[in-house]
Structure formats: structure tokens, C-alpha cells
T-cell receptor, first 114, second 111 residues
């Protein structure tokens, strides 16, 4: 079955440490997204990518970095510059950005600071 | 005015009742509208797209009012399994191709 796989499900970060969240999709979608969700809040866009080797900052990109070397993969690195990283992170994809297509989401990664 | 604003929750509704959610959006150039459902600590899943003519899927009805810039979701004969957070989503194709999520409205169906 096609879908989006996020890993790990739970991740703990030490102070000053960079951590990378994995997101893989086999839906052949061009567009991929990373969202952050805090308790009682909506999803906020961190980064998105419309095509391989291209990505744009979202509303809260500071302290995060991404890469899009393959169509299937869009990993997110939470750097030590992100001072409040504890949140639920969701990866999503859509056929393209400029369409009315729905978003497909991974099951999320809960990141916590030790 | 926030880009996408939803009714504050939570809504506590007895099983079998009808419940309605509203969502307003600020950008009149918004093109596409959706309702997503999110269970606790799970990923959002598409519930319905919202069309100008309104659309219905079983117990769920979605409507769009472009003049007043709001969308609504109506759930009839509510079930315990309808308990979740409902997210309003607006695709602003003319704002850097971004999809904007509302904060969501939590619904509790009471037995």
C-alpha cells in the first residue's frame, strides 16, 4: 500500500544536539511538507518542497533544515538553534502544490527535550 | 484578523445530536477549502473537500459562503466515534502556494 512513513515515532533530544526526523513516501508525489503542532494549536508550516532539489521556508523555519535529494525522501533536521523543539511533527505530501489535491500525512513524530 | 479562524472548543454534545462548526478565512482569493479530522496524537485525515455548491457525505454536510468568507461543517446524528478535533484548511494558492490550517475545534460526543 502507498503512503508516508515517518520515523521514529518518539524522539528525545539532548541540549545542543541536532536530530533528524525521517519522512519517506511511495505515492510518487512531487510536493512534500513539514508541519509542527503544539498542544491546542493548529499545524504550522516549517518547510515545503515542490520538487527534488528545491525547498522553501514556511512560517517557522528558524532552527530547522531540510533536504530533498530524492523524490521519495524529505528529512527534517532540528538543530540546536531551535530553542523550543518539543512538539508533534507531521510530514505530508500532495501530488503537486498548485492543485486541489488533498494532503496525505505520516503518523507523526513526537520530539521531546531531555 | 487571523488567516483561518475556527470556533473555539471544546464542544460537548450528546450522542444523536446535530453539531455545527464554523470557520472564517481572511483572504478572499482563497481557492480550496477542506475539513480534516484529527484524533488525539494522530495524523489529520481528510474528511471532506468543500465546494461552492455545498456537498454532503452521509451524516456530514459542508458548505462554503464566499461572500461572507466562511465554511461550515454539519454533523447529524452524532456518534461516539465522531469525537475528535476538526481542522479547517484553506489553500491560498496566491500566497506562496501555502495551505493554512485552523487551530481546530475539539468535539466530545457524550453517551
Amino acid at each position: 500500500d502507498g503512503g508516508i512513513t515517518q520515523s521514529p515515532k518518539y524522539l528525545f533530544r539532548k541540549e545542543g544536539q541536532n536530530v533528524t526526523l525521517s519522512c519517506e513516501q511511495n505515492l510518487n508525489h512531487d510536493a512534500m511538507y513539514w508541519y509542527r503542532q503544539d498542544p491546542g494549536q493548529g499545524l504550522r508550516l516549517i518547510y515545503y518542497s515542490q520538487i527534488v532539489n528545491d525547498f522553501q521556508k514556511g512560517d517557522i523555519a528558524e532552527g530547522y533544515s531540510v533536504s530533498r535529494e530524492k523524490k521519495e525522501s524529505f528529512p527534517l533536521t532540528v538543530t540546536s538553534a531551535q530553542k523550543n523543539p518539543t512538539a508533534f511533527y507531521l510530514c505530508a505530501s500532495s501530488i503537486t502544490v498548485r492543485t486541489n489535491e488533498k494532503l496525505f500525512f505520516g503518523s507523526g513524530t513526537q520530539l521531546s527535550v531531555l | 484578523r487571523k488567516e483561518v479562524e475556527q470556533d473555539p472548543g471544546p464542544f460537548n454534545v450528546p450522542e444523536g445530536a446535530t453539531v455545527a462548526f464554523n470557520c472564517t478565512y481572511s483572504n478572499s482569493a482563497s481557492q480550496s477549502f477542506f475539513w480534516y479530522r484529527q484524533d488525539c496524537r494522530k495524523e489529520p485525515k481528510l474528511l471532506m473537500s468543500v465546494y461552492s455548491s455545498g456537498n454532503e457525505d452521509g451524516r456530514f454536510t459542508a458548505q462554503l459562503n464566499r461572500a461572507s468568507q466562511y465554511i461550515s461543517l454539519l454533523i447529524r446524528d452524532s456518534k461516539l466515534s465522531d469525537s475528535a478535533t476538526y481542522l479547517c484548511v484553506v489553500n491560498m494558492l496566491f500566497r506562496d502556494d501555502k495551505i493554512i490550517f485552523g487551530k481546530g475545534t475539539r468535539l466530545h460526543i457524550l453517551p
